[in-house]
């Protein structure tokens, strides 16, 4: 695996490429990372990560000085998965003056959810993403393709519309969310939780599992089932930020009364947010 570290050596690498496909990820990878990587191969003529932890994305008050970095145990991951490129940028590399030419993502998308209880997350991520573009995919002649997990719901939508509206000659493909075998979804901060909370931290995507059977079930009391939703996994000790029903394409909350138990005839997910002690899980479902 070539290793670039500065945006000059990774165009240079690049240039033999026509076709890259390319997983971007801050690090401390698992088996969620490792499975884009794998679908990326048959993607493009090369498999290409990043690995940056992205300070724009996080507020002064979150985790960004104690964000696990694992560079020598990625870079074997990366290798054993089949990535042929890893570009690992230090902070003066990709940021070398401040950035203050920014993404700012539309308020319908990026000041809900995930936007609402991290103020200016998207405008970090829309950025940073906006910026490994233009490093990872400046000689490409052909078909680029970049992949984004699931689990990061919104985030995937943020990034598929940027790329639509900036006409950027990019498809977006999502990954599907990979789990524990309990069921917890894989995500860096998992190695944050202490063993009982790990114990606990599957209840989240059993409260979302919960809140969607019961949309199912009286689709038109939705405020109130999410109420009882968070309200349940408060009971139990967490500080949920939202669980709520919303519309694949958009986000919105569903139009009820489409059919005839009363549900939305749009593809639907159930999304979530909580903290268990100091950690701040996210997870999704498709139904
Ligand atoms: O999902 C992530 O790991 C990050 O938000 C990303 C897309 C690599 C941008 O920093």
Redesign the pocket.
């Known amino acids: 695996m070539y290793i670039a570290h500065t945006i000059a050596d990774l165009r240079q690498h690049m240039a033999q490429f026509k076709h890259p496909a390319f997983v971007?990820?801050?690090g401390n990878l698992h088996a969620g990372h490792l499975a884009l990587i794998k679908q990326a191969k048959p993607l493009g003529d090369v498999t290409v990560s990043?690995i940056?932890v992205?300070r724009l994305?996080f507020a002064p008050h979150e985790d960004f000085d104690s964000y696990p970095r694992t560079f020598n145990e990625d870079c074997e991951k990366l290798e054993a998965a089949g990535c042929n490129v890893l570009f690992a940028p230090t902070e003066k590399d990709l940021y070398p003056e401040p950035q203050t030419f920014k993404i700012s993502p539309p308020a319908e998308v990026a000041d809900i959810l995930e936007g609402h209880f991290r103020p200016g997350f998207f405008v970090g991520?829309s950025t940073?993403?906006m910026k490994?573009f233009t490093c990872m995919f400046s000689e490409a002649e052909g078909k680029r393709t970049a992949l984004?997990?699931k689990k990061?719901y919104q985030?995937l939508m943020v990034i598929q519309r940027m790329v639509q509206q900036f006409a950027l000659p990019i498809d977006i493909v999502g990954g599907e969310t990979q789990r524990a075998d309990d069921g917890l979804a894989l995500s860096s901060r998992n190695g944050y939780l202490s063993k009982e909370e790990r114990a606990e931290a599957v209840q989240l995507s059993k409260a979302l599992r919960e809140l969607a059977q019961n949309y199912r079930a009286d689709a038109n009391n939705l405020a109130a089932l999410e109420t009882k939703a968070m309200q349940s996994l408060a009971n139990r000790g967490w500080q949920p930020d939202y669980l709520t029903v919303r519309r694949r394409a958009d986000l919105q909350p569903p139009h009820a009364g489409f059919s005839s138990g009363g549900q939305s005839s749009d593809p639907l997910v159930v999304l979530g947010a909580a903290k268990l002690g100091k950690t701040r899980l996210i997870d999704n479902l498709e139904f």
């Open positions: 971007p990820t801050m990043s940056f992205n994305q991520v940073v993403v490994l984004f997990g990061d985030q």
